[in-house]
Each structure stands twice: as structure tokens, then as C-alpha cells.
């Protein structure tokens, strides 16, 4: 510790000014700037006077002087090396901007409030929202270095002093002793003065890191919107299966009843009973598995809304048209639309920022303390200004060795921001390989949906031919059965291939970084408020 007098500043501030040629001349003069900076420490370190009122104005002028010092450049990520096209190379010809609000593009009410009770409900996102919470606490602790830290003490001793072999007549075999009462109040303040940036740098770490959590919450929100989509359609395509198999069961009965009463007449041999009879447990198994798919399907869509998985939800009765006008905009806009891609870059600029802490880890750290108070040996005496006492000092600290700790932690923050930089840049063409990949799935499943709904009539129209020709004697039972085969089969496939295209169409929407309508984020308020 040193104590400042006034005759002294101007020639700290002398020296000070030579810090500030240290931090512009560190990579080509490190080992002159070491010198300098030893030879500074070791003038202060003979500072040793007493503080008097005067020389607590120019420390005050000495603090401005310092504030005003540069910090450590900050470092500036490089080019990403991405070449991004104007346009989509899959986009299809009725494509539109991209918009918010893409739930309600499915004109089921349902949906949404499923999805708004699943973002208001859902443990997994308040467990996110609390990362956040902690994230936001985590900045405020960090970002408190940048102010002085003040204190208030109160404290009393009392010591006793033997006084053996004193010269006192009368008293020169005896111990004498003596008691010392002492009292004191103080106001303490303590300030590391962020010269070089280095406290700033690693508060823009932490408020980077919290805006990092904030887009990951962001993006864990989206996901869960369009996981809860997904499954109401997982849910409702369960329930249209259960149906067409409980149809096409009851189909089934119908003919083996039919069958039955030809061959009670004798008009049809056994074996056609027989087909008939099996055709008719085969469809009742369908129909238990489809059943069985369903009830699953609901208790998972429960699990994602917070609800306990009674089976309670029910589900629409079909899965509804998919919207006509296809989300595009341009790919350059989901590098800033995307919530992951936003926690990326902000995870690069917080490696960025520790670079610029690690480096100004390297210079001088000089700080300041003061503390006023009263103290006396009588506690009534605290409050007489007569008692009153008042410190400043300073201390400047410069790491010499350290066994290569420094330097080796600059090395390892470079290292992780090229890390950051590879995963942004990967996370990038991921985003943009998912679009691409969802518009041809979005043109492909289209032309396999139709091609089905084609083979669906054309099945239809068979198994009634078949049925008539069956009745007259011209047809085998094994062709009735086959066109009910191919009828229920064709159905079933259309359907789940229009499931097919509503997965498609949300993974697009989440893709593009399409956001949803959510009119109040109580959760994100409540975690970055202060």
C-alpha cells in the first residue's frame, strides 16, 4: 500500500502517462514496457507520506486523469467466409415474406390455444427461463466491479498491557498492567480503477453471455411451439387412423356377414368364410393398435402443455388444409431471424470480449481505498467530530510471473473464440441447408399426396366393382378382399402423408426463424428484471 501527497501527483501523473505509451507499444516493446512499468512501481512504492487535505484534491484530480486512460483495443471477429445467395435455390413460385403468426396460418383455434398453454406451462421452458434468471444475475454481479465498493464497520477492543521491570520506586518486583479501551466507526470504499478495460471487457463477457441464454430462450420458445404443433397433428392424425380402421372394421363385418349368409344357403364354399372371418380379426387388431397410437399420442401432447397425461385432450376431427402461400423471404434474413443463430454470434462476441479481458489481464491493476470515521478510546466519543479520521490510498500491482498462466489463458480465449466462430458459421449452413431441404420436401410431399388421393378413388371404385361382381359370381372373394386391402391402405397413406406436410410446413416456418403471435413473455420479463 502507498499513501499519495500532494508534491507528489504531478510526478505520478508523469508516470501514468508513460502507462498509457504501454498499452499502445505492448506487442512490439513488451519487454521496455515491463521496465517501465517496474521502475513505476517502485517509485510509488516509496511513497510512504502522510495524506493531508490538499493532497486529497489531487488524488481527486488523479482519479480523473486515470478514467480517462485508454483501455486494451477490443477485438473484432473476422470475415465468416460465407457466401450468401440472393435467393433461395429450391424457393417455390407462390412464395411470400415471411411473417409472424405462422400457428394461426392453419386456421385452427385449437392449435393455438394448445400452443399458447403449452409456452405458458411447459417445465422444460420454465427451466430455460430460469437459466436466464440466473444468467441475468450472473451479468449484474459481474458488471458491479465497475463501481466502488462501499462499507460500514463498527468495532470495539479492549487490551490490557503488563508492564514488567519499569524503574518505579516501590514497585520494582510487582507487574504492573494497564487497560486500553478502543472504539471506532468507519465508512470504507474500495475502486479498482478499470484502466485498461479489462472489468469493462468482462462485463460485456457476462451481458453477452445473458443475451446468448435470452436468444436460447427464445429459441427453445419456437421449438416448443412447433413440437406442441406437431403433436396436436401427431394427435389428430391418430384420431383419423382410429377412425378409418374402426370403418373399415365395421366394412369388414359387413362383408362376413354377407359371406355367411351365402354359405348358409350354400351358395359360397367355406373358404370365403373363412377369408372373410380372418380379414375381420385382422381389422379388429388394426383397429386396438390405432386406438392404442392415439391414446399415446394425446398423453405426449399433455406431457408438452404441462398437463398431467390423463388422456383428456381431444384432438380435431381432421388435419386441416395446408395454407397455400409458402414463407421464403431471402436467405440473408435468417442470419438475424433465427434465435439459435442470435445466441451463436452472441456467444462469439462474449469470446471476442474475453479475448480483450485476457489480454488487458496483462498490465498494471491499480486501485484505491479510502475510509473516514471517528475513533476513541470512550464509545460516547464516536459521534464528536473532534475524533474524526480519514485515509486515502493506493495500490498498483503488476504480475511479473506467473508461470506462463496469463499468457496461456490469452491462448486458450483465442482458441475458444475461433471455436465460436466455426460453430456460428456451421449453425449458419445448417440453418440454411433445413430450408433448402424443406422446400423440396414441401414440393415432393405435395405431388405424393396427390398421387394418393388419385390411388384412394381408384381403390374406392375398384373394391365396388369388385363387390358387384362377387354378388353376380364373377369375381373371387380374395379380389373383394384385396380391393378393401388397397382402399384402406391408400387412405391411410394419404393421410399420414398430409401430416407429412404439415411437419414439413412448421419445420420450414422454424427454419426461416419464423416467430409466432405471443403477446405477453411473463417469463422473460420476470427473469432479466432487476
Known sequence: MLVYSCRCTREICCQLRNLRIISGSFDVGTRACWRRVLRLRFFLGSLTHTVTQVGGVCVVSLLAFLLGCSAAPPVSHPYLGLVVPEQWSS???????????????????????????????????RAAAARLSAAASTARIVGADLLPQISAGLNGSQQRQNFVGLPIPGFEDDVLSTKFNLFGVSLDTSWELDVWGRIRAQTSAAYADLEAVQA??????????GQT???????????QQAALARTTLKSYQITADQVRSRFERGLRPSLDLRLALSHVGTAEALYQERQEQYERAIRQLEILVGRYPDGLIEGAERLPDIPTATPAGVPADVLSRRPDLAAAERQLAAADARITQARASLYPRISLTTSTGTISDQLRDLTDGDFFVWSIAGNLLQPIFEGGRLLAD?????????????????IALQAFSEVESAFVAEALLAKREEALHTAAEQAIAAHGLAQDRYRSGLEKFTTVL??????????????????LR??????????????FVYEHDEQEEEATSS
Open 91 to 125: 424457393m417455390p413460385t407462390d412464395s411470400i415474406d415471411v411473417e409472424a403468426g405462422w400457428v394461426g396460418s392453419f386456421n385452427d383455434l385449437k392449435l393455438e390455444a394448445i400452443v399458447m398453454e403449452a409456452i405458458e406451462h411447459n417445465h422444460d421452458l
Open 216 to 225: 436460447d430462450l427464445s429459441a427453445a420458445r419456437l421449438s416448443l411451439a
Open 229 to 239: 404443433a406437431k403433436a396436436w397433428f401427431a394427435v389428430t392424425e391418430a384420431k
Open 410 to 426: 490469452l491462448d486458450r480465449t483465442e482458441a475458444v473464440a475461433r471455436e465460436a466462430l466455426e460453430r456460428y458459421t456451421s
Open 482 to 499: 384385396d380391393a378393401q386391402q388397397r382402399e384402406l391402405n391408400a387412405e391411410s397413406q394419404r393421410i399420414a402423408v398430409r401430416r
Open 502 to 515: 404439415l411437419d414439413v410446413r412448421i419445420n420450414l416456418h422454424l427454419a426461416l426463424g419464423g416467430d
